[in-house]
């Protein structure tokens, strides 16, 4: 699916080669500042490599219409973001953006369940706590049904006990539905329940197993 | 009381009194500003002694090359302001949008004003051109200069959320669509407040102007009525486009957001 080769971000990120496979869930793990954010953004085309080339099947990115890539490939940021109004506005505005269609009451209130938010839609949505708004910001993503998923630390704000119950129905809901998902996470315990790969960036040049992700392959 | 009274030098400079008030008030209280009243004072003598005489010329020698140069230079000086009074370095593609606005919206209102609303005859008439566009280069330089703060301001305080945005598939314009919103608003706002308060608040100058030299209050407000208009249309039609464009210089062409290559705000 994704497939990056010789790609350096201002030497934030170095990826001699990397690949993430469709229909699966990869976590990157890694310290602060190491460059796992800056990664997500190249695959949401929030930022463009300065230098190398990442390719979607056998079609490079820069090829692509980066609007209707972010429509089928949503990121979700780790500071979450919630626009003025309910938090139904806020679930359909996700929709308003990428021009589908509104969705119903029915659809929305299931897509809050899928993240374990049980708020009413009417409810202010600048009223949530920073849990319930990084959770209303990842029932948006979710509700847009896209190809791909990246989040970046999509449950930093919540207790455990509620992460895990996020975890669990929203990779169920990935391997029902086909999707792919690329999560960043702090919790190693989540990436080694969760992921079917778990690439960690080490000075900004990911690895995996311990070794850079190029010489593994080889 | 008929005609205008003619100020002796004495009179004249009697006025300047109000400056040393000033200057005295400033003085007591520390406020170390004397030497910006005094500048101010003598470049506002000196520019308004000069445009007097030019005035003098132009109205005596009129020719529509006469007329077109001043409004040319007012309009050149105020787009210099703009770029100058803005809070941050602005990038080429945004100082030109500003030149293109300005002069868009100037010129298509008065155009109007001077064909459709004045019928002048001929239309380069000095008297009237050169005041009228005064004012609405004056009000379009002060509503465009508070949308280039507007926006730059907004998109820098509001990255996060236009980010967001775009995450979710939004295009740079609706992404950016409140902050365009927000910079209309407040670049519109002090004209709005301006219609509102005019004739209770304030006389308006070029009204007080006319009255003082003799012209019956009726005509004179027929004329701030619709000079008001052109300014209200002036200025709508300058910032909008200034907005519509200006958005644009924040993303680059793959739609993603660029501060760098706009308006940066210096800390």
């Known amino acids: ?218 | 009381m008929n005609g205008t009274i003619d100020l002796l030098f004495w009179q004249l400079f009697a006025a300047y009194l109000f400056v040393l008030i000033l200057v005295v008030i400033v003085r007591i209280r520390g406020i170390p500003r004397e030497k910006e009243i005094f500048i101010a004072s003598i470049r506002m003598t000196l520019q308004l002694i000069l445009v007097g005489y030019l005035l003098v010329y132009v109205f005596k020698y009129t020719h529509p090359v006469y007329t077109l140069l001043l409004v040319a230079t007012m309009l050149a000086f105020s787009i210099r302001t703009i770029i100058k009074r803005a809070k941050g370095n602005l990038s080429y593609a945004m100082k030109r949008i500003i030149a293109f606005s300005m002069t868009s919206g100037i010129l298509v209102s008065l155009i109007f004003f001077i064909f459709i609303v004045l019928q002048l005859e001929p239309w380069y008439e000095p008297r009237y051109v050169i005041p009228i566009a005064g004012m609405i280069v004056g009000n379009s330089m002060t509503g465009i200069a508070l949308g280039v703060n507007s926006l730059i301001e907004g998109m820098h305080i509001q990255k996060d959320k236009v980010e967001a945005a775009l995450m979710l598939g939004a295009k740079p314009k609706a992404a950016a669509r409140n902050i365009v919103n927000q910079a209309f608003d407040s670049a519109m706002l002090p004209t709005i407040n301006s219609m509102v308060g005019m004739g209770i608040v304030f006389l308006p100058g070029m009204m007080t102007g006319q009255i003082l030299s003799g012209t019956s209050p009726i005509v004179a407000v027929e004329y701030q009525i619709a000079i008001m208009l052109g300014i209200v249309g002036s200025v709508s039609l300058s910032v909008i486009l200034f907005v519509q464009l200006g958005y644009r210089t924040f993303f680059n062409h793959r739609s993603q957001l660029d501060l760098e290559g706009s308006g940066k705000i210096q800390r």
Not at chain 1, 79 to 94: E, H, W
């Open chain 1, 1 to 218: 699916m994704f497939r990056l080769k010789g790609v350096k971000v201002k030497g934030i990120l170095s990826v001699p080669e990397l690949t993430i496979i469709r229909n699966t869930i990869t976590c990157i793990v890694g310290e602060s500042g190491s460059g796992k954010t800056s990664l997500l953004r190249l695959l949401n085309q929030l930022d463009s490599p300065d230098e190398g080339e990442i390719w979607f099947d056998q079609c490079p990115l820069s090829e692509t219409d980066p609007i209707e890539w972010r429509r089928n490939v949503v990121m979700v940021p780790q500071a979450p973001i919630v626009f003025k109004g309910t938090v139904g506005d806020n679930l359909q505005i996700g929709l308003s953006f990428s021009d589908k269609p509104a969705a119903s009451d029915e659809r929305l209130m299931q897509a809050l369940h899928l993240v374990c938010l049980e708020k009413g839609l009417a409810q202010d949505a600048e009223n949530l706590s920073g849990g319930e708004k990084q959770r209303l910001s990842l029932a948006r993503a979710v509700l847009m049904n896209p190809m791909a998923l990246l989040l970046d630390e999509p449950t930093s704000a919540l207790d455990e006990d509620t992460a895990n119950k996020v975890f669990q129905r929203l990779t169920a809901f990935i391997r029902e539905n086909g999707k792919t998902l690329v999560i960043i996470t702090h919790s190693r315990s989540i990436a080694d329940t969760y992921a079917d790969l778990i690439i960690e960036i080490k000075d900004g040049m990911p690895q995996v197993d311990g070794r850079v992700y190029s010489e593994r392959n080889d």
